[in-house]
Structure formats: C-alpha cells, structure tokens
C-alpha cells in the first residue's frame, strides 16, 4: 500500500489490500445524512450527487459492516477510530462499530456554533464516535473536552466537509509524526490535508473522481484550501 495517496475507488478495496494492523488511526465521515436531495441555500443542489448518502438505515448497517470489520483488521492494538455521524444515526453507527469488535471510548458532539434554519431544536451539532482496538492506547491532549467548538469551514468545496481546525485535534490527540492515518471516505480531503500538515502519513480513499481529483491537486497546493 503506497502512503501519502488517494484511492479512486471503493474504500473495501483499499482496505482488502492493506496489511493487518498496518495502520495507527483512522478517521471517517460515512454518507449519512441524505444531503444528495436537498438543496443547501443552492449552493450544493446542483450536481451535487454525494455517492452512497441516500440509503435507508438497514441498508447504511449492511454498507457499513464489512467495511468496519476490514478496519478493525487494518489497525494496530491500542489504536483510535473516529467516526463522525449526525444524532439520527448516531446508534446505528455506534452498533455497527461495536459489532466489528471494536470499544467505545467516547462520544464527542461537535458543537458548530450556530443551529441551521428550522422549528423545534434546531441542529448545532454533529457528533463523531470515538473507539478503540482492545484497550485503548493513551491520548497525547490534556486540555480537550468532549463538547468542542468550532465554526464549519465557510467556502466549503465539499457539502460535508469537517473543519481542518477540528481533525488536527483529533490527529494530535491519537498519532505521532509519521504514524499512518486512513479515511476512508475522503469528500474533500479535509482529513489527508490536516494529517499532512501536521507531519503524519496519510491514505484516503474516495468514489468520486471529482472529489479525488480535487484533493490531488490540493493536496500539493494547501493554499487552494478554504481552510488553510
Ligand atoms: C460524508 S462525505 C465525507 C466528507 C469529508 N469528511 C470532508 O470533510 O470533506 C462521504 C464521502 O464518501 C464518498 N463515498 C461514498 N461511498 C464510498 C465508498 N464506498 N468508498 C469510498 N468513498 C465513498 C462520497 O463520495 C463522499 O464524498
């Protein structure tokens, strides 16, 4: 498995290649939540087709399962897996982890600063799953909560892109310079960038040949990165 790349293809077949515990964490953002059929202020209605963000939540299990089982199997003892999900899947996804082997560490909500338009209780926040591979291996930070702030990227290239800001964290917390991070569905490549420039490995894998193509070039160029 080369690293420092993006794979245009199906994350199971990145996985299947990968040697046993060859990785030191992984960092993940599923299709979930169905943002293929609405439109976001226009910005992301039109040719805006999100690979796999449309399934129902026995379809999204039956999706996820093996794939889950493949990065339990790629990473080393005592490594971290993050997940990031909304509250509507939050259960789903944590049972479909749990069922692959692996321990629950936390639940982190990701507080976003403002709620989205709407009546009732409206969305602030996402969450992402922390797990572990057998016992979990001790976190580098001190001085993280499990409510963290930070504002969404503002000229986003992708309509689920994580902030940068909010995976260094996650980076800094669960590897070291030169250990090797894998997502496995990249979208923007928010989580390869934020590795890079924090001196770690990175192995992505993406459907979309736009979005691939995308991340190839910012990759080399982080200026070209809203965030950056
Ligand atoms: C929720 S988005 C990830 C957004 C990313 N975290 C970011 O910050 O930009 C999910 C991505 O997974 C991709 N995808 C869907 N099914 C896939 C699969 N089987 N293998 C690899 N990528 C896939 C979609 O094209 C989409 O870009």
Redesign the pocket.
Known sequence: MELNKIYN????ETLNRMKDESIDCVIT????SGLTSKSKNGRFSNNCH????DMSERAFLLFMKPIFREMYRVLKMGSHLYC?TDWKQLRNMADCIELAGFKIVNIVCWNKGHFGTGAGYRSQSEYFLVFSKGLANTFNLRNVGNVITVKRAKDSI?P???PTELLKILIENSTNENEVVY?????????LISAKALKRNFVG????AD?CDKINKIINEPSLFTQE
Do not use: R, W
């Open positions: 293809e199906d994350c199971l953002d599923p299709p979930y999100i690979e796999m963000d990031f992708h689920h892109q994580k997502d496995a569905f990249a979208g923007s490549g928010s989580t894998s993406e459907l979309s979005y």
